[in-house]
């Protein structure tokens, strides 16, 4: 549990915020302590018990609480068989990759009886985030929430709500995951997918054996809720809804939105997005519900995981209405929705877009097929940038460019594909093989970047939510088809486009990101769909040293694990 007497919170379900002298209070920095032990419990969902990995024996994990400002001591004990390392999505980190946590690119994971503390310094950053395991598949139930609350004497810049709630999105498999992924990569093939997904660790009373296992939210008649959604699903991007009840979409990401009313939200893994709900319809019982968003050609769990929405007072007798979610493949909805995302762009919360680009990208999104000895159809299917598979390397990357280790990777990832093509036409099925390396791009320190990630159909177009380490991006442009150097540009937001750390690329389309290299070190990239990252869509940006000690990387610390 959290050690801090900064807060003052109410019982689960619902969060609720103890605001004397919330505004009032002068801004105070805070040490914030957490002991996170890694150890396994059996847990029971879907009729079936089985062993997994959680932190502190809870599934999902405990919520991170802070304010803006304050200063997170996260102590891990490892007591599981695995290794581990936990990374903190969305937390900038400056100048401090040791606390980022990806397996051997920011460190070397935490081995079976050790510890390490990840010291972690919040700026300028407030909101919702989470955090989750960053090596093999275990983040499917090492995961949690990061909720960072404005500095004292600072509120929200909407209204204040009256009560605020998690809610966690994840996927459920009854087997063992790590076994499931091993026989896949046997076969060279995608793994078995997930038999359910998940609202705060439960699948709802949609699932057999699952009528204890529904999470419900109390609400009362008239009031104002903040609902911070995560997806923390492996590889499902998933509709949200709540039957009868308009979401108001407040901040993506940990990043402040102009408001907007929508029946449903969709959210890919590895986002977040707060929502406001008004309890003002008649009072009863109302099914909240995540389903997946799927316009190509893949399979996929279709499964629905439910929660309730119920007003204070009625009896759970009382049957809760199903919500409309949109339909499986309904990509208009999926555009329309994200073309809707403003940042807030006001003088408190600017958004400071790079007008000037000093270095343009240009990455492209590809499925292939790769030669396999190992596998027993003697191919395995693989994925690539600018069709080079990254290959994870045995030493974390940030040690080996602190101490200049020779030999553990390249700084010649390149700007642009080898071969130009025709990126989203018919579907390539000839030529699927990629090129294998530890190939990371070199960035100068405070440049400006463009990155242009733009999917392809090899195999299949497919829509692939990219995550930034140690970032936030300005999404400036978006489009379906191939992305065009010309015209396109002249299309940018560049006023007050979303800001986040986690884009969904869409189905056979382009989005093109601008970010300040202003955070030395090095910083993954990756898919955020945990197949396509563990087949090597992945890669890393190396970002040097200002001109002085405070613009460059902090030593690392001395706890840091060992190789």
Same mark, same amino acid.
């Given at each position: 549990?959290?050690?801090?007497?900064?807060?003052?919170?109410?019982?689960?379900?619902?969060?609720?915020?103890?605001?004397?002298?919330?505004?009032?209070?002068?801004?105070?920095?805070?040490?914030?302590?957490?002991?996170?032990?890694?150890?396994?419990?059996?847990?029971?969902?879907?009729?079936?018990?089985?062993?997994?990995?959680?932190?502190?024996?809870?599934? !999902? *994990? +405990?919520?991170?609480?802070?304010? &803006?400002?304050? %200063?997170?001591?996260?102590? =891990?004990?490892?007591?599981?068989? /695995?290794?581990?390392?936990?990374?903190?999505?969305?937390?900038?980190?400056?100048?401090?990759?040791?606390?980022?946590?990806?397996?051997?690119?920011?460190?070397?994971?935490?081995?079976?009886?050790?510890?390490?503390?990840?010291?972690?310094?919040?700026?300028?950053?407030?909101?919702?985030?989470?955090?989750?395991?960053?090596?093999?598949?275990?983040?499917?139930?090492?995961?949690?929430?990061?909720?960072?609350?404005?500095?004292?004497?600072?509120?929200?810049?909407?209204?204040?709500?009256?009560?605020?709630?998690?809610?966690?999105?994840?996927?459920?498999?009854?087997?063992?995951?790590?076994?499931?992924?091993?026989?896949?990569?046997?076969?060279?093939?995608?793994?078995?997918?997930?038999?359910?997904?998940?609202?705060?660790?439960? !699948? *709802? +009373?949609?699932?057999?054996?699952? &009528?204890?296992? %529904?999470?419900?939210?109390? =609400?009362?008649?008239?009031?104002? /809720?903040?609902?911070?959604?995560?997806?923390?699903?492996?590889?499902?991007?998933?509709?949200?809804?709540?039957?009868?009840?308009?979401?108001?979409?407040?901040?993506?990401?940990?990043?402040?939105?102009?408001?907007?009313?929508?029946?449903?939200?969709?959210?890919?893994?590895?986002?977040?997005?707060?929502?406001?709900?008004?309890?003002?319809?008649?009072?009863?019982?109302?099914?909240?519900?995540?389903?997946?968003?799927?316009?190509?050609?893949?399979?996929?769990?279709?499964?629905?995981?439910?929660?309730?929405?119920?007003?204070?007072?009625?009896?759970?007798?009382?049957?809760?209405?199903?919500?409309?979610?949109?339909?499986?493949?309904?990509?208009?909805?999926?555009?329309?929705?994200?073309?809707?995302?403003?940042?807030?762009?006001?003088?408190?919360?600017?958004?400071?877009?790079?007008?000037?680009?000093?270095?343009?990208?240009?990455?492209?999104?590809?499925?292939?097929?790769?030669?396999?000895?190992?596998?027993?159809?003697?191919?395995?299917?693989?994925?690539?940038?600018?069709?080079?598979?990254?290959?994870?390397?045995?030493?974390?990357?940030?040690?080996?460019?602190?101490?200049?280790?020779?030999?553990?990777?390249?700084?010649?990832?390149?700007?642009?594909?080898?071969?130009?093509?025709?990126?989203?036409?018919?579907?390539?099925?000839?030529?699927?093989?990629?090129?294998?390396?530890?190939?990371?791009?070199?960035?100068?320190?405070?440049?400006?970047?463009?990155?242009?990630?733009?999917?392809?159909?090899?195999?299949?177009?497919?829509?692939?939510?990219?995550?930034?380490?140690?970032?936030?991006?300005?999404?400036?442009?978006?489009?379906?088809?191939?992305?065009?150097?010309?015209?396109?540009?002249?299309?940018?937001?560049?006023?007050?486009?979303?800001?986040?750390?986690?884009?969904?690329?869409?189905?056979?389309?382009?989005?093109?990101?601008?970010?300040?290299?202003?955070?030395?070190?090095?910083?993954?990239?990756?898919?955020?769909?945990?197949?396509?990252?563990?087949?090597?869509?992945?890669?890393?940006?190396?970002?040097?040293?200002?001109?002085?000690?405070?613009?460059?990387?902090?030593?690392?610390?001395?706890?840091?694990?060992?190789?």
């Amino acid at each position: 549990m959290a050690r801090t007497k900064s807060f003052c919170w109410g019982s689960s379900p619902l969060l609720f915020l103890c605001l004397v002298g919330f505004f009032s209070t002068p801004a105070k920095a805070a040490l914030k302590t957490y002991q996170f032990d890694v150890q396994v419990k059996n847990v029971s969902r879907l009729c079936h018990s089985k062993p997994i990995v959680t932190v502190n024996g809870i599934f !999902p *994990g +405990p919520t991170v609480y802070a304010r &803006e400002g304050d %200063t997170l001591l996260v102590n =891990v004990t490892n007591h599981a068989q /695995y290794n581990m390392s936990i990374h903190w999505h969305g937390l900038k980190q400056y100048r401090n990759g040791w606390a980022d946590g990806p397996a051997y690119i920011t460190q070397c994971p935490i081995k079976t009886g050790h510890s390490y503390t990840y010291n972690i310094t919040i700026t300028g950053q407030r909101g919702t985030l989470w955090w989750h395991a960053h090596i093999f598949w275990l983040r499917a139930t090492v995961y949690g929430a990061i909720v960072i609350l404005p500095k004292q004497g600072t509120g929200f810049p909407f209204p204040q709500p009256y009560k605020e709630a998690n809610i966690v999105l994840g996927e459920w498999w009854n087997n063992d995951v790590e076994e499931v992924v091993k026989q896949g990569n046997k076969l060279g093939l995608p793994p078995n997918m997930s038999d359910a997904h998940t609202i705060n660790g439960k !699948p *709802g +009373p949609l699932f057999p054996c699952s &009528e204890k296992n %529904t999470y419900a939210l109390e =609400v009362e008649q008239g009031k104002t /809720y903040l609902l911070r959604i995560i997806n923390a699903a492996l590889n499902d991007e998933l509709f949200f809804a709540i039957a009868g009840h308009n979401l108001t979409v407040v901040e993506i990401d940990a990043v402040y939105t102009k408001p907007f009313r929508s029946q449903a939200i969709l959210i890919a893994p590895g986002q977040t997005t707060n929502v406001l709900v008004q309890a003002n319809q008649a009072p009863g019982s109302y099914f909240m519900a995540a389903r997946p968003f799927m316009d190509a050609p893949v399979s996929i769990d279709n499964k629905t995981a439910t929660g309730i929405l119920q007003y204070k007072g009625i009896p759970n007798t009382v049957q809760p209405v199903l919500p409309q979610l949109p339909a499986l493949n309904n990509t208009a909805f999926a555009l329309s929705f994200n073309a809707k995302l403003r940042s807030l762009n006001t003088a408190q919360f600017p958004a400071s877009v790079p007008l000037k680009v000093d270095r343009h990208l240009f990455y492209t999104i590809g499925l292939g097929i790769n030669q396999c000895t190992t596998c027993l159809n003697g191919t395995q299917l693989t994925a690539s940038l600018n069709n080079i598979t990254f290959v994870m390397p045995q030493i974390g990357l940030l040690q080996a460019h602190y101490f200049n280790t020779k030999g553990v990777f390249t700084t010649d990832f390149p700007d642009r594909p080898p071969t130009p093509f025709n990126y989203t036409g018919a579907p390539l099925t000839a030529n699927l093989g990629t090129k294998l390396g530890t190939q990371l791009s070199k960035l100068a320190f405070n440049s400006t970047v463009e990155l242009v990630l733009q999917d392809t159909n090899l195999l299949t177009v497919e829509s692939h939510p990219f995550h930034l380490h140690g970032y936030n991006f300005f999404v400036v442009g978006t489009g379906v088809g191939n992305f065009d150097p010309k015209k396109d540009p002249a299309k940018y937001n560049l006023v007050d486009p979303p800001e986040r750390n986690t884009i969904g690329v869409p189905t056979g389309g382009w989005v093109a990101l601008r970010f300040r290299a202003d955070n030395p070190g090095v910083w993954f990239m990756h898919c955020h769909l945990e197949l396509h990252t563990s087949w090597g869509l992945k890669t890393a940006f190396v970002v040097g040293n200002g001109k002085d000690s405070d613009h460059s990387v902090l030593p690392p610390p001395t706890d840091l694990p060992p190789c």
